[in-house]
């Protein structure tokens, strides 16, 4: 079985500000673990993904995360926000079966000018 | 290349009716997998299928429910008799295979007056 926890429903932060969206995961399996981010009327787009190599991964648009094992976490982060960045985050682990995506609730990042 | 395409994009339909909503994968991809996201929540596999066979259909409710992926067209999912509780957003995803990244729709929101 695995599971997801985005711990903050909502982040709001300044535009230029360093972003932080917190994630834990549960697995019965060695996983891969993935950030996708859905901007308004879009489909669901993939930032970045683990799967069992560097535990520091960067992905598109200036994010990264790093896998934590001791802390069964895979936080999302990136420097500066920007306005672009605005939109909805969700944080994915897949187990055993890598075609079974499970989703936690999301994350939705507001960027204030 | 365009990318998974859902139609349509906003569905209503009265309690009782039947509900389509179509994906066409993107060009290449054979595997196809449905995820409902209910208000608040995280998305949540439904059913993945290859052409013409359903392969995991193990998070689709037993009753109501159906989907197909036929060897031409696109891939349908089927709700009969909708009910208020229905009503979601439904995603699409395709992929080359079990084991690469899988590309998702913009989804089809579905709500049942």
């Known amino acids: 079985a695995q599971s997801v926890t985005q711990l903050d429903s909502h982040v709001s932060v300044s535009e230029g500000t360093p972003v932080l969206l917190r994630c834990n995961y549960s697995?019965?399996?060695?996983?891969?673990l993935f950030w996708y981010v859905q901007h308004p009327n879009k489909g669901l787009q993939l930032l970045l993904k683990y799967t069992s190599a560097a535990t520091l991964v960067k992905g598109i648009n200036g994010f990264e995360a790093e896998f934590k094992k001791s802390e069964t976490s895979f936080h999302l982060t990136k420097p500066s926000a920007h306005m672009s960045d605005a939109a909805e985050y969700f944080c994915v682990v897949s187990g055993g079966s890598n075609y079974k995506l499970t989703f936690g609730k999301g994350t939705l990042l507001t960027v204030n000018p | 290349n365009a990318g998974v395409m859902q139609n349509p994009r906003h569905l209503v339909r009265r309690r009782g009716q039947e509900a389509r909503l179509r994906c066409s994968p993107m060009k290449g991809h054979s595997h196809v997998y449905w995820y409902r996201q209910l208000p608040e929540e995280g998305l949540k596999f439904m059913v993945y299928?290859?052409?013409?066979?359903?392969?995991?259909e193990s998070g689709m409710p037993k009753e109501r429910f159906s989907a197909e992926f036929p060897k031409e067209g696109p891939s349908i999912l089927r709700i009969q008799q909708v009910v208020r509780g229905d009503s979601a957003a439904y995603f699409c995803a395709s992929s080359l295979d079990t084991n690469t990244e899988a590309f998702f729709g913009q989804g089809t929101r579905l709500t049942v007056v």
């Open positions: 697995s019965s399996y060695s996983p891969s």
């Open positions: 299928l290859q052409k013409e066979n359903i392969i995991d």
